[in-house]
């Protein structure tokens, strides 16, 4: 089946600094979502990207929809305590056949240092 | 809060048993969509419901069913229950059947033990 290549699988930050994150895979996507995940919780929606090319801010957090449609990245700047957790990307296909359903990478775990 | 409700929290029991996971989407989202997330695994898409009707399946064992009813509530069905079933267990709700603006909203899961 399709696949998300996500990485890193994680990091350790320590307050103040920027980090990146990226995911990436062969078939082509209409949609990239990116999603945070605190222990115990769902997943929380904190960016969408429609378009290629797209660069769209939230705050400290900034996400690219790959020109390729193949990848997108997300970083943090200026990171905080509060941004350890789960950070999972998600894609729609441009083909349609899942109907809507996404495919997700299999997360970058944030830990502090 | 997402507006997705999941129920129960948690859920423990024994192998080969059967159990129920409830979910009510957020107000006036159509689509269901459970997920199946194992420790340290990423999250595995399992069904998709639009309107009370199937409309996408992912990897979802034959022992697992699930229905969207009249009211839009959705069911997750998990029967003959292994030791590997246990995980936490997503819906996730939105409206349009898979458009470009499709966004998915997730509930706070069920964490499924079996013993």
């Known amino acids: 089946g399709q696949q998300l290549n996500q990485s890193p699988q994680s990091m350790f930050i320590q307050e103040g600094e920027d980090v990146s994150m990226n995911c990436t895979s062969s078939?082509?996507?209409?949609?990239w979502l990116w999603y945070k995940q605190d222990p115990g919780e769902g997943p929380v929606l904190l960016i969408a990207?429609?378009?290629?090319?797209e660069l769209t801010s939230n705050g400290r957090l900034t996400a690219q929809f790959g020109i390729t449609r193949k990848d997108s990245f997300l970083n943090i700047s200026a990171s905080i305590p509060s941004d350890v957790g789960i950070y999972f990307c998600?894609?729609?296909?441009?083909?349609?056949?899942?109907?809507?359903?996404?495919?997700f990478g299999k997360g970058t775990k944030l830990s502090v240092k | 809060d997402s507006g997705v409700t999941q129920t129960p929290k948690h859920l423990i029991t024994a192998t080969g048993q059967r159990v129920t996971l409830r979910c009510s989407p957020r107000?006036?989202?159509?689509?269901v969509y459970w997920y199946q997330q194992s420790l340290d695994q990423g999250l595995q898409f399992l069904i998709q419901?639009?309107?009370?009707?199937?409309?996408a399946k992912g990897n979802i064992l034959e022992r697992f069913s699930a229905q969207q009813f009249p009211d839009l509530h959705s069911e997750l069905n998990l029967s003959s229950l292994e030791l590997g079933d246990s995980a936490l267990y997503f819906c996730?709700?939105?409206?349009?059947?898979?458009?470009?603006?499709?966004?998915?909203?997730f509930g706070a899961g069920t964490r499924l033990s079996v013993l």
């Open positions: 996730a709700s939105s409206s349009p059947p898979g458009g470009a603006k499709n966004i998915q909203y």
């Open positions: 078939s082509i996507f209409n949609t």
């Open positions: 990207l429609y378009k290629a090319g």
């Open positions: 998600a894609g729609q296909l441009r083909d349609g056949g899942s109907q809507g359903n996404l495919i």
């Open positions: 107000s006036g989202d159509l689509s």
């Open positions: 419901y639009y309107n009370g009707e199937e409309r």
